[in-house]
């Protein structure tokens, strides 16, 4: 089954620790993009301005991506320029200039309204609300969001809540928009306005699944030494997650379970390098190798009740 994303297209100036990179290829739909393609087909919805580059597109064009929905407007394409210092889960945006970007209506292809699984990448909330008005009878809506939103708009961002299956938030984003600051406690808040499952990212410290079928689960993130640039993690674990579900058209909950890993073992990648680099050059056979590391991550086996185990002293009668 294909995947359908709705977001941004741009150009990324990121500066890390490691080193500075200038108007690289970025955007929430060119990570998702090229993490679900692993996957399945995906078709992108977005917009550019006449200045994008011709590689660029050739870089996403490449692979199993649709393009027919990229919309080219006369002007310049959405550019962002942000820097990680030493805590790497943490964006500072330097720059945001919105351009194209700035008018954009999401305009679905045809043969893309009966697609039946749907991410809603971090856009105003009310475009994101103009892409489920477009889509016949979906699957398996996905939402993301950002603090802006939270902050600013946060009535309609709750109707699309409401319409959506899963809500994919970070665990900052999470504590704001409930207003509690208990990941559960706000992730069942939002479950009681309608989705089946919320995913709480964390960064370098995994993710949260809190769903109304299978109550919680816990993935932990790969422990990854080569980060160069985190830029992108939370849009290719996305696509690593619907990628997945959409490539089985299975969205049961042991299967939301093995996509979680899916998306953290895609996500642990993109770091490795800056921009999409290391998303172009990924296989799948590396992806798969990955995600059995996941499994010895966090098994150990049971012991005889006991050993180990201080016991309380014996009542004595
Ligand atoms: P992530 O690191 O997964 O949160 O997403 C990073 C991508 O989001 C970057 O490539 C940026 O181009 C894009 N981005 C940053 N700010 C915005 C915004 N306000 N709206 C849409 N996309 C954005």
Request: glycine share 8%; hydrophobic share 40%; proline share 5%.
């Amino acid at each position: 089954m294909p995947v359908l994303v709705v977001g941004s297209l741009g150009l990324d100036t990121l500066t890390t620790p490691f080193g500075q990179v200038k108007e690289v290829l970025g955007g929430t739909t060119s990570y998702f993009a090229l993490a679900a393609s692993m996957y399945t087909d995906v078709q992108v919805v977005a917009v550019v301005g006449t200045d994008f580059p011709e590689e660029y597109r050739r870089v996403l064009d490449g692979r199993r991506i649709d393009l027919q929905g990229i919309q080219v407007r006369e002007g310049k394409t959405f550019r962002w320029s942000g820097e990680y210092r030493f805590d790497m889960n943490l964006a500072q945006t330097l720059d945001t200039q919105l351009n194209v970007f700035a008018d954009f209506h999401p305009r679905l292809p045809e043969e893309y309204r009966s697609t039946r699984y749907v991410f809603l990448a971090n856009i105003h909330p009310a475009l994101q609300l103009e892409v489920v008005s477009q889509v016949h009878r979906p699957k398996l809506v996905v939402m993301d969001s950002m603090n802006f939103w939270i902050e600013h708009s946060k009535a309609s961002l709750t109707e699309v809540m409401r319409r959506s299956d899963v809500v994919l938030l970070n665990d900052a984003e999470v504590r704001q928009f409930a207003e509690t600051p208990n990941l559960i406690s706000g992730a069942r808040h939002i479950l009681s306005l309608g989705p089946r499952a919320v995913v709480v990212k964390k960064g370098e410290h995994g993710a949260l699944l809190v769903s109304k079928e299978d109550g919680v689960f816990v993935a932990p993130a790969y422990p990854q030494e080569e980060v160069r640039d985190p830029t992108g993690a939370g849009d290719s674990f996305a696509g690593g997650v619907i990628g997945y579900l959409a490539s089985r058209d299975d969205v049961s909950p042991q299967a939301m379970r093995r996509a979680i890993i899916h998306g953290c073992a895609v996500a642990s990648f993109t770091v490795e390098d800056f921009s999409v680099r290391r998303l172009e050059r990924l296989s799948s056979s590396e992806v798969r190798e990955r995600y059995t590391l996941f499994r010895n991550l966090t098994q150990f086996t049971d012991e005889e009740l006991g050993v180990g185990i201080s016991q309380p002293p014996t009542p004595k009668s």
